[in-house]
C-alpha cells in the first residue's frame, strides 16, 4: 500500500485525490481510500477497464492490494489505466454516472 501511495502522489499530483483515511501503513492495512469529487464515475470507468475497486458514497474510491493477490505489475497497470481514465476524460462518458445497484 504504501508503493500505490506513494505512485497515487507522484503519478496523479493536481487530479484531485485526497488520501481518506490513515497515512501510516501500520494504522490502515490492505487498502487505500481516496475522495474525489467524480468518484463514482471514475470508479466506474476502471472497472469497465478492468481494474476492480470499490466505492463508497458520497465520494470514495477503495483500492484493496494484498501481497498474494497483486503484483507490482497489477500496481502499474492500476495506475496506469486510472490515469488514462482522468488524462483522457473517459470518466465523464454518461454510461459512467449511471447509478449502479453493485459498485
Known sequence: TSLFLEL?????????????????????GSQLSFTHAQGYAIMQALIAHGV????????????GIHPLVNSYLDID???????????????????????????
Open 52 to 63: 476492480i475497486g470499490d466505492f463508497r458514497a458520497p465520494d470514495v474510491l477503495r483500492f
Open 77 to 103: 497497470r492500476c495506475l496506469e489505466t486510472l490515469h488514462d481514465v482522468l488524462a483522457d476524460q473517459r470518466f465523464k462518458e454518461p454510461r459512467f454516472s449511471i447509478k449502479q445497484r453493485v459498485t
Open 8 to 28: 497515487v502522489e507522484e503519478r496523479l499530483a493536481g487530479h484531485g485525490f485526497i488520501l481518506f483515511g490513515p497515512r501510516d501503513a501500520q494504522e490502515r
